[in-house]
């Protein structure tokens, strides 16, 4: 790796010891001699097994669930429904006041997508634990449901989501998050050009080649110790004491080591039931997702349309910017609102724009709830805003590198959402990725700083 | 359910269990015998994080049942450093940054072994071949065939 300290070099106060030294993982030791304990790894005496009975319906009123066959079953310890669960509904984002509540763990009177847990069944063995879940018994009353992000917005679309009274999320700011700079009717009036384009995107699985899982063990002292694949440790454990209404101290997580992740392991979605599954029969449980729950039950990339309006100028300046997005949570939030706040933010793209208008919006719909994947609620959108300058650049027939370089944000630049830009290194980026890729751009550009103005 | 017995070699040591009929490979090494390294990341054959050894072959543990298993010679990737010195595949996948999550490696060193011990000198189209069971959502796989590849001329080096 060669490591260019010719840029920055009058601003840069580090040594960079790390940065380019081959340095080797902590962690592959354990990996090629197959040492490394990844929560399923953990076997107790005793273990149980947890198996989902799962809602075959995308909308349903759940008329009643029969478990009595199922509790007969041979194997079987326990069965849960919603009652057995201390505080049923919940939202993950509560931790940082993100509510309302709309989820539950176990479903109580509705299911609002397809796969929707409604009964967990433990047994002996995992093949027991199966067989007793088909045979629970759940009587349904289908209901319209919604899949569209535009249909559920409209008026008399099924609700999906009473917690949340309407098919978005309401932030302080009404029924979506909004950015406002300058004036953007303005800028388009003084455009030579208008662009108006609409991009959009269906839910990405992040398919992790461990799949989604924990292993719960009781402790002598009332305490319970979780072995568990979660990306997010501690916002599991505070999830898991507020479900459980259990003292944060009563719960040692174990985990760190994660089997692929992406951002599909954030939700808190098997530990508190395996929990409680160990607390009310005094046993070790082991929940882990089969291959099929991973593909079709966590939740994936959030599906996304963009819809972006630019005015720009012959010289290449783009003088305004509307853009409307929206983010399809699927039937609950997880961590969809953050994710459409963040495109929010982020929307009008590495560049300085001086008329802005955002509105982005979290739809919930009858869909598989949607969560956190690698840069959600960016990533689409640059996927939009790139192929958008690249459609501005051929529409006023400019280099489409030199188009950015002309819109690039600097340091001090004023961000549309009220940010000041700093450490920006965008144009010494595209200065050397046209050297690597061979494709030159005016020496001008060659000569441009992030942060010396007018150079 | 009835139990039935098995007895086989497991890199190099000689094991006997009781196992309920249709135990697959795969979980009477995980939970009978304790043998973690084969991962199970699909139960249905399609992601190759079970691969293991028998009798120089490389199968699936999970679509393998115990009970098939009597008197083979099974290896697995727990089995593989000898001494506590890395075989050259664990020790090029170490430098080669092959691994990531590491979930998938313990099935994809077993692949490889199979490779090199029949194409000690493999082209990349071997070792492409050799490894398309296996599945590695982390690496994009270009590291862990550089590794594979370095790992044979490690080993063809030895030799000369
Ligand atoms: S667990 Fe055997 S192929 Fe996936
Ligand atoms: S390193 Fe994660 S699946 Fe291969």
């Keep these: 790796m060669e490591l260019r300290k010719d840029y920055f070099a009058d601003v840069r106060t580090d040594g960079l010891n790390e940065i380019g030294q081959p340095r080797p993982r902590l962690d592959s030791p354990g990996h090629v001699t197959g040492k490394t304990a990844y929560f399923a790894d953990r076997n107790f005496p005793g273990m149980l097994h947890l198996k989902m009975v799962r809602s075959p319906h995308h909308h349903a009123r759940i008329r009643s669930i029969d478990t009595s066959e199922a509790e007969k079953h041979p194997g079987v310890v326990k069965v849960l429904t919603a009652r057995d669960v201390p505080h049923n509904v919940y939202t993950i984002l509560i931790l940082i006041q993100i509510g309302p509540e709309d989820e539950t763990v176990l479903a109580d009177g509705k299911v609002r997508w397809k796969g929707e847990a409604v009964v967990a069944v433990l047994a002996e063995t995992e093949r027991a634990a199966q067989e007793a879940a088909a045979k629970v018994k759940v009587d349904y009353e289908v209901l319209p449901a919604v899949f569209d992000m535009e249909e559920a917005l409209k008026p008399g679309a099924p609700l999906v989501n009473e917690y949340h009274g309407q098919n978005y999320y309401l932030y302080d700011s009404g029924e979506c998050r909004k950015v406002r700079f300058g004036d953007v009717e303005a800028g388009f009036a003084q455009a030579d050009h208008i662009l108006e384009q609409s991009y959009q995107s269906s839910p990405i699985e992040h398919a992790p080649t461990e799949t989604t899982g924990c292993v719960v063990a009781p402790e002598g002292n009332d305490r319970f110790t979780c072995y568990t694949n979660t990306q997010a440790m501690f916002f599991t454990l505070d999830n898991a004491s507020i479900i459980l209404q259990m003292q944060g101290s009563k719960l040692h997580f174990v985990g760190g080591t994660v089997g692929g992740g992406f951002g599909g392991k954030v939700d808190v979605i098997v530990e508190p039931i395996a929990i409680l599954a160990a607390k009310l029969t005094g046993r070790p449980v082991c929940f882990i997702y089969s291959r099929e729950e991973e593909m079709q039950i966590s939740s994936p990339r959030a599906a996304e349309k963009v819809v972006i309006k630019d005015g720009v100028m012959k010289d290449g300046r783009i003088v305004a910017r509307k853009v409307t997005g929206y983010t399809d949570a699927g039937a609950y939030s997880r961590h969809s609102p953050y994710g459409a706040q963040k495109g929010a933010a982020h929307y009008p793209g590495p560049y300085t724009i001086p008329n802005v208008w955002i509105d982005t919006y979290c739809v919930y719909t009858n869909r598989t709830p949607s969560s956190a994947m690698r840069g959600f609620g960016v990533t689409i959108g640059d996927f939009a805003l790139e192929v958008q300058m690249d459609k501005l650049a051929r529409l006023i027939g400019m280099d489409p590198l030199e188009l950015r370089f002309i819109n690039a944000y600097r340091d001090g630049d004023m961000k549309a959402h009220r940010q000041p830009t700093e450490g920006a290194a965008l144009i010494e980026c595209m200065q050397e990725a046209s050297r690597a890729a061979n494709w030159p751009v005016a020496e001008k550009y060659m000569a441009m700083s992030s942060y010396r103005k007018g150079a | ?160």
């Design chain 2, 1 to 160: 359910m009835a139990k039935v017995p098995v007895q086989f070699t497991l890199n190099g040591s000689e094991k006997a269990e009781f196992v309920e009929s249709g135990t697959t490979l795969l979980n009477a090494l995980r939970d009978k015998i304790g043998d973690t390294s084969p991962k199970g990341g699909c139960h249905q054959g399609t992601c190759g994080a079970c691969s293991v050894i028998i009798d120089g072959e490389l199968r699936l543990s999970c679509l393998t049942l115990a009970e098939t298993c009597g008197g083979a010679n099974i290896k697995t990737t727990a089995g593989l450093a000898e001494g506590g010195v890395l075989h050259p595949l664990q020790r090029a996948f170490l430098d080669g940054f092959a691994t990531q999550c590491g979930f998938c490696t313990p099935g994809m060193i077993m692949a490889a072994k199979v490779l090199l011990d029949r194409t000690p000198n493999p082209s990349r189209e071997d070792v492409v071949e050799a490894l398309s069971g296996n599945v590695c959502r982390c690496t994009g796989y270009e590291p862990i065939i550089q590794a594979v590849l370095s790992a044979a001329r490690a080993n063809s080096q030895n030799v000369a």
